[in-house]
């Protein structure tokens, strides 16, 4: 195998390792969002705020739609499943 695509492999290995910290990071602000809303009676899904965010992120971001729906339809419910 080349240098070259060791070093590209590196380069993904350690952006993998950075989504996983942001996955982490997500997802402890995700668990004190579900206390803040269980404590005020307040709804865990908002299909308002999901949809704003698949919005943003494939507007600013330049990202197909599609695939941030996808993406983000796994972290949602992984979210709403963390807030309960």
Known sequence: MSEDLLKLRDEIDRIDSNIADLFIKRFGIVRQMGEYKKNNGIKIIDKIREKEIMNNISQNFGL?????KRIYSLIFKESRRLEK
Do not use: A, E, L, S
Not at 64 to 68: H, Q
């Open 64 to 68: 197909d739609k599609r695939f941030v």
